[in-house]
C-alpha cells in the first residue's frame, strides 16, 4: 500500500513537471515578444531576457516615429478594430436569424436550406476568394471598408452552432410565447437570445479571433495606406519597417491584447458555452 501511494505521488509529480514544462513552451513566444516590446533597442533580438527596459518601441508607435514611418499604424489599428466589430456583429446578427428561422420556423425547403450550409462548411473558404474579389472589385467596393466588411458579414459555422442550440430549446416555450402574442422577433429577442448567452459567447470570441487574425482577404481588397489594417502591416514590415523590429514587437502585442481582454471579459460565458458545444 505503501508503495503503491509512493508511485502514485511520483507519477503525479511527474505530469505536473511535463505540465509545467509544456505551459512554458506555450508561453514563452508571447512572453518573449513582450519583453522584446519593452526592451531597450540595443537589447531587442540580443538577449534571451532583456535586462534593459523602455516604451520607446510603444512611443515610436504612437507618436509618428522617425520621418513618419510609424504613422499608418494607429490608423491601422483603428481599422482592424472597427472592421473586426462590424463583422462579427453582422455574423452574429444573421446568424441567430437564420438559426432560429431553421431551428423553430416551418417553411417550404427548410431542410434543403439546413442542408445547404452544412455541404457549404466542407468548402474552403480559399476557392470563393477569386469570385468574391471580382464582384467587390465589379461593384465599385474595391479598397474601401465594405470590400472587408460584407463578405465577411455571414458565418456558417455560428448558423450552424446556433441551429443546434435552438433546436434543444423546448418548443414550449415558443408555443406559449406566441398565445400571449408575442411576434418571432420578440420572440428572438426575449427567449432564445437570454437563453443562448453560453454559446453566443463561444461563438463571439471565436468569429471575433478569426476576423481580427484575417491576413489574405484584407491584403488583396486594400490598397491605400489609409484602408491597411494593423495585420497586413505588419506583414509589410519585411520591406520599409524591418529595421524595427521593437515597433515590431511592440504592434503584435497590440495585435494581441483586444483578444485577451476579450477572453478576460467573456471567460466564464465561453467556458459554459464550450461544455454545451462538446455534449
Known amino acids: 500500500m505503501v508503495g503503491s501511494k509512493k508511485n502514485s ?57 522617425d520621418v ?27 446568424g441567430i436569424m437564420v438559426a432560429y428561422a431553421l431551428a423553430k420556423l416551418k417553411f417550404r425547403g427548410r431542410d434543403t436550406v439546413n442542408n445547404f450550409v452544412l455541404f457549404h462548411m466542407f468548402f474552403p473558404a480559399i476557392i470563393l476568394l477569386i469570385p468574391n474579389f ?9 479598397d474601401t471598408y465594405w470590400a472587408m466588411i460584407i463578405p465577411k458579414a455571414v458565418s456558417l459555422w455560428a448558423i450552424f452552432m446556433y441551429t443546434n442550440f435552438f ?11 406566441k398565445l400571449d402574442g408575442a411576434s418571432d422577433f420578440k420572440i428572438l429577442y426575449k427567449i432564445m437570445m437570454p437563453m443562448s448567452k453560453s454559446i453566443t459567447a463561444v461563438i463571439f470570441l471565436f468569429l471575433l479571433m478569426e476576423r ?14 489609409n484602408m491597411l489594417t494593423l495585420n497586413v502591416l505588419l506583414s509589410q514590415m519585411f520591406g520599409p519597417y524591418g529595421s524595427y523590429p521593437g515597433p515590431l514587437y511592440a504592434a503584435s502585442v497590440l495585435l494581441t491584447v483586444p483578444i485577451i481582454i476579450m477572453f478576460a471579459i467573456f471567460g466564464k460565458k465561453f467556458k459554459e458555452g464550450m461544455q454545451f458545444s462538446l455534449k
Open 212 to 225: 481580427w487574425t484575417e491576413l489574405l482577404w484584407d491584403m488583396i481588397v486594400v490598397r491605400s495606406d
Open 134 to 142: 471580382l464582384i467587390i472589385q465589379k461593384v465599385g467596393l474595391y
Open 9 to 65: 505521488k511520483r507519477r503525479l509529480a511527474v505530469r505536473y513537471v511535463l505540465a509545467t514544462l509544456l505551459l512554458l513552451v506555450m508561453v514563452y513566444p508571447y512572453l518573449y515578444m513582450v519583453l522584446n516590446s519593452f526592451a531597450d533597442w540595443t537589447q531587442v533580438d540580443r538577449q534571451f531576457i532583456p535586462s534593459k527596459f523602455s516604451f520607446k518601441s510603444y512611443e515610436w508607435l504612437l507618436t509618428g516615429g
Open 167 to 177: 433546436k434543444a430549446v423546448p418548443d414550449a416555450f415558443i408555443e406559449a410565447a
Open 68 to 94: 513618419g514611418i510609424a504613422r499608418p499604424w494607429m490608423n491601422a489599428f483603428f481599422n482592424s478594430v472597427f472592421v473586426s466589430i462590424a463583422s462579427t456583429f453582422l455574423m452574429m446578427l444573421f
